[in-house]
T-cell receptor, first 116, second 108 residues
């Protein structure tokens, strides 16, 4: 199993550009999520999905879109990049269990994004 | 929403020492998880522990849900234990909230 994969590893954008961060998992997990991590801080939830066709907002969703057309893939789109979106982005996946919407989460290696 | 506080923010220890990291949360949680972020940025699962005690080698964790805290114990620390330790809490109202982490540095 490859686990959770993310591409690209690094990206530099200019203000106003758009791009898509890719995330894929091969563990057949129902739950997938995107986080951002700013320097010296913990992770903050951007968007999440509990299955194909179902997405919802997290703590910091503004400026980002997601879709989930398959169980495996959960891309994150930046519509019009801003310097405030400079961060490290992590994708994660987990099973869904009765009694809780997520179990142990498995993280991808991260994408380091710089917006100039 | 739920507040998650970790202490201490920074901890410097000599190799071989023991340590206790604390995570306090402000409301009842459905799930709690401990992670280690190594110096290369990789996030690694340590424990999924909404309540009770678990052990894995030199690491163990205890969550007392009724008193709203969790503890992570590291015994006989090694330089490879260095990094940042996060706890993350989930409640149905707040979804998942991470603490700001404890940065652990183990000196040889």
């Amino acid at each position: 199993n490859a686990g959770v994969t993310q591409t690209p590893k690094f990206q530099v954008l200019k203000t106003g550009q758009s791009m898509t961060l890719q995330c894929a998992q091969d563990m057949n997990h129902e739950y997938m999520s995107w986080y951002r991590q700013d320097p010296g801080m913990g992770l903050r939830l951007i968007h999440y999905s509990v299955g194909a066709g179902i997405t919802d907002q997290g703590e910091v969703p503004n400026g980002y879109n997601v879709s989930r057309s398959t169980t495996e893939d959960f891309p994150l789109r930046l519509l019009s990049a801003a310097p405030s979106q400079t961060s490290v982005y992590f994708c994660a996946s987990s099973r869904l269990l009765a009694g809780g919407p997520y179990n142990e989460q498995f993280f991808g290696p991260g994408t380091r994004l710089t917006v100039l | 929403g739920i507040q998650v506080e970790q202490s201490p923010p920074d901890l410097i220890l000599q190799e071989g020492a023991n340590s206790t990291l604390r995570c306090n949360f402000s409301d009842s949680v459905n799930n709690l998880q401990w992670f280690h972020q190594n110096p290369w940025g990789q996030l690694i699962n340590l424990f999924y522990i909404p309540s009770g005690t678990k052990q894995n080698g030199r690491l163990s964790a205890t969550t007392v849900a009724t008193e709203r805290y969790s503890l992570l114990y590291i015994s006989s620390s090694q330089t490879t234990d260095s990094g940042v330790y996060f706890c993350a809490c989930y409640s149905s109202a707040s979804k998942i909230i991470f603490g700001s982490g404890t940065r652990l540095s183990i000196r040889p």
